[in-house]
């Protein structure tokens, strides 16, 4: 499903208009990025779980060269689903 799709069937849902659910979306998504940067988890009840992750600094080798080059650690977000959105999928 792409944004343009998503963001019609929530409009439809809501009874809202689609530009109204885009700033709602845009929103969640600023405030998850705040808040995992600085190191919070952010619990969506019966959606799941987004975890900021710090990934160890690494050696990897460029493909086309084969030159070794060191990759600095960095943050990522690990995403959890809740047992209730994990039932939800696995019924159909």
Known sequence: MDTK????????????????????LRSISGILADSVKQGDTVAV?????????MREERVATHPST???????????MVFKPSAILKQRVRKF
């Open 66 to 76: 084969g030159k070794k080059i060191l990759v600095p650690p960095k943050l990522s």
């Open 5 to 24: 799709t998503l963001i019609s069937i929530l409009s439809d849902r809501l009874g809202r208009e689609p530009e109204d659910v885009t700033v709602l």
């Open 45 to 53: 009840p019966g959606f799941g779980t987004f975890e900021p992750k």
